[in-house]
């Protein structure tokens, strides 16, 4: 199947959406989501096309990322553990065969960097829309509340560098307005919004340089 911008992709999704839904139904579960299909199986990287003011560009190995990869502090605590691989192998059962690599660490910014280069503005009502209208077509009818996950503004932009804004706290408030406009078109709809936001839990592995006090 082609990406999520492909033809038949759009054409299977709201089908995928009313068999997730069904299925959720089925189990009792009151809430319901879209399975999110809708990201094409990237919790953040839908938000990518949603939004305009981020240039991508050549990667500087003298300049270091902004900020660090997931459990940084475990990694300098742990070199071993993380350095044979078997963190990335999943939990439970053995080993997959040639999944874990010794020293295969996956690194966290193996995508070209990208930089904040204009005002952030969100660009994805009609995307946004559509999401709308397939959970609640999905849920119609049905004696259920229907819900949408939508990323949060530090995964969209805390690891970004701002060379617009002339603050970082200017920066991550526009990322932030950006990220609301979807919160409301999904709210205004009278779905319930998940904020889908991960870097709240782990800020201080990725900004190793804080400490706790």
């Known amino acids: 199947m082609e ?6 992709y759009h054409q299977r999704l709201p089908q995928a959406i009313q068999d997730v839904v069904d299925r959720q139904v089925l189990l009792g579960v009151d809430i319901v989501n879209d ?3 809708a ?7 839908y938000m990518v096309d949603r939004v305009t003011g981020y240039s991508t560009v050549p990667e500087d190995p003298a300049r270091p990322p902004k900020r660090a990869g997931t459990s940084e502090r475990d990694r300098r605590q742990f070199p071993g553990f993380y350095d044979s691989g078997l963190w990335f192998s999943g939990s ?3 080993i997959r065969p040639g999944f874990a690599t010794r020293g295969g660490m996956r ?7 990208r930089v904040c ?3 952030v503005t969100y660009s994805g009502q009609t995307a946004v829309q559509a999401d709308v209208d397939h959970i609640k077509a999905a849920i119609h ?4 509340e229907g819900y949408i996950a939508a990323l949060g503004p530090l ?3 805390a690891g970004v560098r701002n060379e617009h804004y002339s603050s970082e706290e200017e920066y991550m408030m526009a990322v932030a307005e950006a990220c609301r406009e979807e919160y409301k078109t999904i709210t205004d709809a009278g779905l319930i919004v998940q904020v889908d936001e991960p870097g709240v839990l782990h800020v201080l592995d990725l900004l190793s340089r804080l400490e706790c006090q």
């Open 107 to 113: 690194s966290p910014n193996q995508r070209a960097p």
């Open 39 to 45: 990201k094409a199986g990237s919790y953040g990287g």
């Open 117 to 119: 280069t204009s005002a």
């Open 141 to 144: 009818g049905r004696d259920v």
């Open 155 to 157: 995964s969209l932009g």
């Open 35 to 37: 399975g999110e299909f």
């Open 3 to 8: 990406a999520a911008t492909g033809t038949e």
């Open 92 to 94: 439970g059962g053995p």
